[in-house]
Structures are given as structure tokens and as C-alpha cells.
């Protein structure tokens, strides 16, 4: 709750008050841990626009409140769409709270200190008290795997670290080309159903980016795959002696 008080620049105590209002929605529970996200900190900044602009708090809750029914009050309801569709989450991931023994029969002795501090460096992990809490079900069952395949866990941190580098800069490209050419286009003040339309659009987009970012992955380990394997027939094939070669 302070961390999302921070980022919204208000006062816990008026984040604590909007939760009694129900003007945004309870966090979500993992053991111990209240998680905040982009949906809260979307809507916070949505209470404070409207609030700038004369309305309520009372009026706020009837706002949202009539939107969260289905009902269109003077186009509001529109607004608090787009809000949503902008701020809905590309990902699927599923935190993954790990006791030190299961953590253990993932990874078995290599998890190390070292290993340990690298993976909360890069923000595969978290802490919370005793227990391990990984940010994502299938980047850990994958980690998981590759050590079972003989790779070592340093090794997979290492290259994860250069991945996140890499996919940063791919949804660098696609939010530029997202806002240049889809949200950029729309009027600042958009006339009715054109934030609808422009909600949609945004909600249609994500799984096109994802498309793009595997066809283009798959394709690419295609070529390399091949440069590599050419590269392996070469070396295995060639004699140790070179006096042993066949005459050309």
C-alpha cells in the first residue's frame, strides 16, 4: 500500500480512504502479500483527472460504480474503458511461492548465494520472509528444465539477464509504434464510441505483438539452428590430420 501511495503521489491515508470508498478494487493475496498493480495505479490516476476537473468523490463512486454495472454516464464509462485497456496486462504469469525445500528440488545444489542474488538482481524472485516468491510459473518450470537438460543455473540466470535486455527493446518498439499510430491518431478530446473503438483496438493489439515477437524467434533459431549444426558436421567431419584429406 505505501508503495502505491508513493506512486500515485498521494498520502496513504487517503489511499486507505479510497479503499473504504471501494473507489478501486481490494489488492490481490498471495500468503502474506497484498499486490498492488498497474490497474490500481491506472485508476488512482483516473480519480485524481477527475477530481482536477471538479467532480466529487461521491460522484466519482456513482462514476465508476455505474460504469463496473454496464451503465453509460456521460460518457465516463467510456473514459474508465480505455483506462482499462490500457493498463490490462500483456502477461499471463503466475507468481510461484516456494518454500527453501521446494526451491531445492527445482534447482538442488545450485542454489547458491551467488545464483540466489542474481535471480532477485534480475527480478525473477522476491523474498518474503522465509519463502521464495518467483514472478512467473512458466519462466520458472523453464529454468527448472534447462538445469535438468545439464545447463547450469548460473548460466541460465546469465542469459535470462541478456533476454530481459533484448525483450525490453522489442516492447520499446511495439509501444512506440502502438502510440505513434493507434492512440497518437485519436483526437484529445474524442467523440462518442471512439473511445470504445479505440479500447478495442488497443485490446486486439496484444496478442498481434506477441505473434510477431514468436514468429520472428522461431524463424530466427530456424536460421541459427542450422548455421550451427552445418558448422558442427563440418568440424566432426573433418579429418584431425591434414594429411589425411581426401585429394580435392
Known amino acids: 500500500m505505501e508503495a502505491l501511495a508513493e506512486a500515485a503521489g498521494i498520502p496513504v491515508r487517503t489511499l486507505r480512504f479510497y479503499r473504504e470508498r471501494k473507489l478501486i478494487a481490494p489488492p490481490r493475496r498471495e500468503g502474506r502479500i497484498a499486490w498492488y498493480g498497474e490497474a490500481h495505479l491506472a485508476r488512482l490516476h483516473t480519480i485524481a483527472a477527475l477530481l482536477e476537473r471538479g467532480h466529487t468523490l461521491g460522484g466519482i463512486a456513482e462514476l465508476i460504480g455505474a460504469w463496473e454495472n454496464g451503465r453509460t454516464l456521460d460518457g465516463v464509462a467510456e473514459l474508465l474503458g480505455l483506462e482499462g ?6 502477461s499471463e504469469e503466475t ?75 522489442l516492447a520499446d518498439l511495439f509501444t512506440v509504434l502502438i502510440r505513434k499510430h493507434v492512440v497518437d491518431t485519436a483526437a484529445d478530446d474524442l ?38 549444426l552445418e558448422k558442427w558436421l563440418r568440424d566432426t567431419s573433418a579429418p584431425e590430420d591434414p594429411r589425411d584429406a581426401p585429394p580435392s
Request: aromatic share 4%.
Open 191 to 228: 467523440p462518442p464510441g471512439e473511445v470504445t473503438r479505440l479500447a478495442e483496438a488497443l485490446e486486439r493489439l496484444h496478442p498481434l505483438a506477441k505473434n510477431v515477437v514468436d514468429a520472428e524467434l522461431a524463424l530466427a533459431m530456424d536460421r541459427r539452428v542450422r548455421t550451427e
Open 95 to 169: 507468481p510461484v511461492r516456494l518454500t527453501p525445500e521446494a526451491l531445492a528440488d527445482y534447482f538442488g545444489g545450485d542454489v547458491t548465494p551467488e545464483n540466489l542474488t542474481a535471480a532477485l538482481d534480475i527480478g525473477y524472485i522476491a523474498v518474503d520472509g522465509e519463502d521464495v516468491v518467483h514472478t512467473s510459473r512458466r519462466l520458472l518450470d523453464a529454468s527448472a528444465a534447462l538445469v535438468r537438460e545439464g545447463v547450469p543455473l548460473a548460466a541460465v540466470l546469465e542469459t535470462g539477464r541478456s533476454v530481459r535486455v533484448h525483450v525490453d527493446a
Open 85 to 90: 485497456a490500457l493498463i490490462t496486462p500483456w
